[in-house]
C-alpha cells in the first residue's frame, strides 16, 4: 500500500495500515487539540520524505456513529487519507 501527499481536496478516509508505525492525519480540523512544536520527519509508502507539523488527539465518529478518539496521532500536511497504525 502506498499514500500520496493529496493533490485536491482533502477526503476523510481511513486506512488501516501495518506498514506505518504512528497514526497520521492530513486534515487538521479534524483534532480536537494540537502540539504544533512536534516535528520529525516520516517516509511515506512512494519513499517520499514529509514532516509531521504536530500530535494531537482527534474525534472520530464510528460507522455506528459513536464519538471515538484518538488520543497519540500525528498531523501531516496534505496526506491524502488519514491512517491508523495497527502494525
Excluded: P
Excluded at 481511513?14 to 483534532?31: A, D, K, R, T, V
Excluded at 512512494?46 to 500525528?74: C, H, P, Q, W
Amino acid at each position: 500500500m502506498t499514500c500520496n501527499v493529496a493533490q485536491g481536496k482533502q477526503i476523510n478516509v481511513w486506512f488501516l495500515y501495518s506498514g506505518c508505525n504512528n497514526h497520521m492525519i492530513g486534515n487538521i480540523e479534524m483534532f480536537s487539540n494540537l502540539d504544533e512544536s512536534v516535528k520529525f520527519e516520516v517516509t511515506l509508502g512512494t519513499d517520499s520524505k514529509v514532516f509531521t507539523m504536530g500530535k494531537g488527539r482527534a474525534n472520530i465518529l464510528t460507522n455506528k456513529g459513536e464519538n471515538k478518539y484518538i488520543s497519540t496521532i500525528y498531523f501531516v500536511t496534505g496526506l491524502k487519507h488519514n491512517l491508523i497504525s495497527i502494525g
